[in-house]
T-cell receptor, first 112, second 111 residues
Framework: KAGVTQTPRYLIKTRGQQVTLSCSPI?????VSWYQQTPGQGLQFLFE???????NKGNFPGRFSGRQFSNSRSEMNVSTLELGDSALYLC???????????FGPGTRLTVL | SQQGEEDPQALSIQEGENATMNCSYK?????LQWYRQNSGRGLVHLIL?????REKHSGRLRVTLDTSKKSSSLLITASRAADTASYFC???????????FGTGTSLTVIP
C-alpha cells in the first residue's frame, strides 16, 4: 500500500504570495490532518478533515485554510505569506479517528 | 500552549545503552502516542498506549503511562545508531480528533 504523499516537497515563495500544498492519504484513509513544524514552536496542529468536513481546527489565523475532496485528498492554502510561515508542513492520514496517524514526508516551505 | 512536553530535550548515549525519555501533559487524555522523526522528515508512529493501560511493549520499546502524574516514558533498550532521531509524544486531550505534540527529545546514539 502506498504511503502518504505530499507535493511539492520543497517550495520557495516571497512574502505576500499564496501557496497551495497537496496531500494524498493512504488508500482507504478518510481522516487527514495538517501540522506545521518549526524549530521554535515544534509541531502545531492546523486542522483535520474527515469526509470532506473540517472536524477540528488549531489556533492559526484565517490565512491558513484547507479542504478535502471526495477521494480524501486534501489541500491546504496559505494566503498572504509571511516570513514566519517558513516551516515544514506535514500531512497525516488515518482510517477514521486519529488513533494512529501515518505521516507524509512533508513540504518544506521557505518564505523570502 | 502545547499539551505534551518531553524531557530531556537532548540525549546522547553509546550504542548498546538504554535510552529513556519522558513526556508530561496537562489535561486528561484518551490515549498517548510516541512518534519518531528522522532529520526533518515525516513522523513514524511507534506505539500507542490508552489511558487505561499502564505499560506497553513493542520490540525494544517499552512505554509506561501514569495518568495520576500525567506523564509517560519511552524506553529504548539496546540502542543502535539507527535509533538516532527526534522522539515526540502526542496526546489527544480528550478531543479524539486532534493531537498535541510535544517539543521532542533529540536522541543521538554514538556507534
Amino acid at each position: 500500500k502506498a504511503g502518504v504523499t505530499q507535493t511539492p516537497r520543497y517550495l520557495i515563495k516571497t512574502r505576500g504570495q499564496q501557496v497551495t500544498l497537496s496531500c494524498s492519504p493512504i488508500s482507504g484513509h478518510r481522516s487527514v490532518s495538517w501540522y506545521q513544524q518549526t524549530p521554535g514552536q515544534g509541531l502545531q496542529f492546523l486542522f483535520e478533515y474527515f469526509s470532506e468536513t473540517q472536524r477540528n481546527k488549531g489556533n492559526f489565523p484565517g490565512r491558513f485554510s484547507g479542504r478535502q475532496f471526495s477521494n480524501s485528498r486534501s489541500e491546504m492554502n496559505v494566503s498572504t505569506l509571511e516570513l514566519g510561515d517558513s516551516a515544514l508542513y506535514l500531512c497525516a492520514s488515518s482510517l477514521v479517528s486519529v488513533d494512529e496517524q501515518f505521516f507524509g514526508p512533508g513540504t518544506r516551505l521557505t518564505v523570502l | 500552549s502545547q499539551q505534551g512536553e518531553e524531557d530531556p530535550q537532548a540525549l546522547s548515549i553509546q550504542e548498546g545503552e538504554n535510552a529513556t525519555m519522558n513526556c508530561s501533559y496537562k489535561t486528561s487524555i484518551n490515549n498517548l502516542q510516541w512518534y519518531r522523526q528522522n532529520s526533518g522528515r515525516g513522523l513514524v508512529h511507534l506505539i500507542l498506549i490508552r489511558s487505561n493501560e499502564r505499560e506497553k511493549h513493542s520490540g525494544r520499546l517499552r512505554v509506561t503511562l501514569d495518568t495520576s502524574k500525567k506523564s509517560s516514558s519511552l524506553l529504548i533498550t539496546a540502542s543502535r545508531a539507527a535509533d538516532t532521531a527526534s522522539y515526540f509524544c502526542a496526546t489527544d486531550a480528550n478531543t479524539g480528533n486532534q493531537f498535541y505534540f510535544g517539543t521532542g527529545t533529540s536522541l543521538t546514539v554514538i556507534p
